[in-house]
């Protein structure tokens, strides 16, 4: 059985930095891309960042040059790196993948950026 799992989140204030993660268990992690999407209140979900199973990334318009995401197949776990965070950045933050044509979502991990 797949399972993701997101830790990480928390309360920032503007300008300041949080490291989620998103562990995976049941799959053969290091052959899939894997995505943080993000949903703010009364909004849809966006994805925010991608990683391939070569290491290739591709980030969201608004999150480009602050986010980072990464991998370490070894701990079956995927980063994302959050600096310069804004209030607009506020959201439940979501791990997904997909396995043929079934998308995996991890249970979400709230950020809330405010002072």
């Known amino acids: 059985q797949v399972q993701l799992v997101e830790s990480g989140g928390g309360l920032v204030q503007p300008g300041g930095s949080l490291r989620l993660s998103c562990a995976a268990a049941?799959?053969?992690?290091?052959?899939?891309?894997v995505n943080w999407y993000r949903q703010a209140p009364g909004k849809q979900r966006d994805l925010v960042a991608a990683i391939t199973s070569g290491g290739s990334t591709d980030y969201a318009d608004s999150v480009n040059g602050r986010f980072t995401i990464s991998r370490d197949n070894a701990k079956n776990t995927v980063y994302l790196q959050m600096n310069t965070l804004k209030p607009e950045d506020t959201a439940v933050y979501y791990c997904?993948?997909?396995?043929?044509?079934?998308?995996?979502w991890g249970k979400g991990t709230l950020v809330t950026v405010s002072s």
């Open positions: 997904n993948l997909k396995l043929g044509s079934r998308p995996y």
């Open positions: 049941g799959i053969i992690f290091r052959l899939n891309t």
